[in-house]
């Protein structure tokens, strides 16, 4: 008696050229529907306060660095403008935006010019100052940035030397 072994037929054991081909070319279409979409999606959002203000700020800097002028830089609240102010020019940026209730450049933190209120739970500082002025080595007068939203209100610290933010130890926050 003979055992016959049955024989595996030769079958298909990968992909085709053509299957790889349409696979990589549906892959490449989802991704660039998804890649307009979320820009169409970011692009149309209202810009928050804190990009307004470091567009002025940026703005200020540059100005300053490139003319090695001081620049001032200050908020306008009836025309919703900031005004860069150099001895060469006068540049006035508007801030068109629903979500910006108001922003207010407040003096370093130090106990003799600290003076706030509470409203609805929040401590408001009520010291402000005019103008900050950005010079043209790269620093800025040394200042804080109060952003009030219509959800919150917050205070940044900004570094003389760079420009920009200062951290705060976690236990301040």
């Known amino acids: 008696m003979s055992v016959s072994i049955p024989r595996i037929a030769a079958g298909r054991t990968g992909f085709t050229l053509l299957e790889v081909l349409v696979t990589i070319a549906l892959i490449a279409l989802l991704t660039g529907v998804l890649v307009v979409g979320t820009s169409r999606l970011l692009g149309d959002r209202p810009k928050t306060p804190d990009e307004l203000f470091w567009l002025a700020a940026a703005a200020a800097r540059k100005q300053a660095l490139l003319n090695n002028q001081p620049v001032r830089l200050s908020l306008d609240k009836k025309s919703r403008e900031f005004i860069l102010t150099s001895l060469a020019a006068e540049t006035r940026m508007p801030f068109a935006t629903t979500q910006l209730a108001e922003i207010e450049f407040l003096p370093p933190k130090s106990p003799s010019t600290y003076s706030a209120i509470l409203i609805a739970g929040e401590l408001v500082e009520t010291h402000t100052q005019p103008f900050v ?27 003389p030397w760079t420009c920009a933010p200062m951290l705060t130890p976690l236990a301040d926050r």
Do not use: A, H, M, N
Not at 139 to 158: A, G, Y
């Open 133 to 159: 002025t950005f010079y043209g080595d790269g620093t800025c007068s040394p200042f804080r940035v109060q952003l009030k939203s219509s959800t919150q209100t917050r205070v940044l610290e900004i570094d």
